[in-house]
């Protein structure tokens, strides 16, 4: 199977799961929903379409910054993306720590920890693909002086 389609096959399983596992608190996390006013995860399919929307979000600007960013600053912002993701999850580790929210279900507690470990995955995945690969100039050159795919070999010598 095609590496792509597996990853974001993956990437689609851990969406689903996350938004099953956010959808399912126990009683008391429903009343919590409920009081606090959380109705993008109230049920499965507003659940599911946080989720996706966030992982297409992160999706989609770790691809631009791949694909338009010069190796330097596409690894300053990944660097940041993860730094906040990463911030995200010590959040939800010290809130779900806590009494009142260790009451709301293990599933619950599950999901709302998948989500930035999902995020971090991507960041962390897009980081080090950039870190791998190599520059490429505006004449189609890598900066390690290898043409990528035109089959040209740069000249041995000056001219």
């Given amino acids: 199977m095609n590496r792509k389609i597996s990853s974001l096959l993956l990437l689609l399983v851990l969406t689903?799961?996350?938004?099953?596992?956010?959808?399912?608190?126990?009683?008391?996390?429903?009343?919590?929903?409920?009081v606090y006013k959380h109705t993008y995860i109230r049920n499965f399919p507003r659940a599911?379409?946080?989720?996706?929307?966030?992982?297409?979000i992160a999706l989609s600007l770790s691809e631009l910054a791949y694909r338009?960013?010069?190796?330097?600053?596409?690894?300053?912002?990944?660097?940041?993306l993860d730094a906040v993701a990463l911030a995200w999850f010590?959040?939800?580790?010290?809130?779900?720590?806590?009494?009142?929210?260790r009451l709301t279900?293990?599933?619950?507690?599950?999901?709302?920890?998948?989500?930035?470990?999902?995020?971090?995955?991507?960041f962390s995945r897009y980081l080090f693909k950039r870190i791998l690969?190599?520059?490429?100039?505006?004449?189609?050159?890598?900066?390690?002086?290898?043409?990528?795919n035109s089959g040209v070999k740069p000249p041995d010598g000056p001219i």
């Fill in 16 to 34: 689903i799961t996350d938004a099953y596992l956010l959808a399912h608190p126990n009683l008391i996390g429903r009343i919590g929903i409920f």
């Fill in 48 to 56: 599911l379409l946080t989720v996706a929307l966030t992982v297409g």
């Fill in 68 to 80: 338009f960013m010069k190796k330097k600053p596409a690894l300053i912002t990944f660097l940041f």
């Fill in 90 to 101: 010590m959040y939800v580790y010290v809130t779900f720590s806590s009494f009142s929210y």
């Fill in 105 to 122: 279900g293990k599933a619950f507690i599950y999901g709302a920890h998948l989500m930035p470990v999902i995020l971090i995955g991507i």
């Fill in 133 to 148: 690969a190599a520059e490429v100039n505006s004449k189609g050159i890598s900066a390690a002086g290898s043409s990528e």
